[in-house]
């Protein structure tokens, strides 16, 4: 019921920036929570930073101060910035959407979109 369209991933210097979008379209008036995971090469998927409804944010250790998330609700868009890069946040990035009533909530998954950062 829900789609994702991501975008904004690329190479980029080690210190640069780069700024991610994800769309959401279809049944977005159940979406409670968006949020970013990245998975690297030989590595789990792992969480990057997520966003309730309320505005909660929840940010892995290795990029507390660096990466920002946010919402545009009206754009049904959530972002991430990312600053000062490191060469070991290379990973394809996925977004996420936590959608649907409590007791029956999905999760639903954008296309990934590859960040490298070279050194």
């Known amino acids: 019921q829900v789609q994702l369209v991501e975008s904004g991933g690329g190479l980029v210097q080690a210190g640069g920036s780069l700024r991610l979008s994800c769309a959401a379209s279809g049944s977005t008036f159940s979406i409670n929570a968006m949020g970013w995971y990245r998975q690297a090469p030989g590595k789990q998927r792992e969480l990057v930073a997520r966003?309730?409804?309320?505005?909660?944010?929840n940010y892995a250790d290795s990029v507390k101060g660096r990466f920002t998330i946010s919402r545009d609700n009206t754009k049904n868009t959530v972002y991430l910035q990312m600053n000062s890069l490191k060469p070991e946040d290379t990973a394809v990035y996925y977004c996420n959407v936590l959608s649907g009533p409590v007791w029956n909530s999905k999760d639903y998954w954008g296309q990934g979109t590859q960040v490298t950062v070279s050194s």
């Open positions: 966003q309730g409804s309320g505005g909660s944010t």
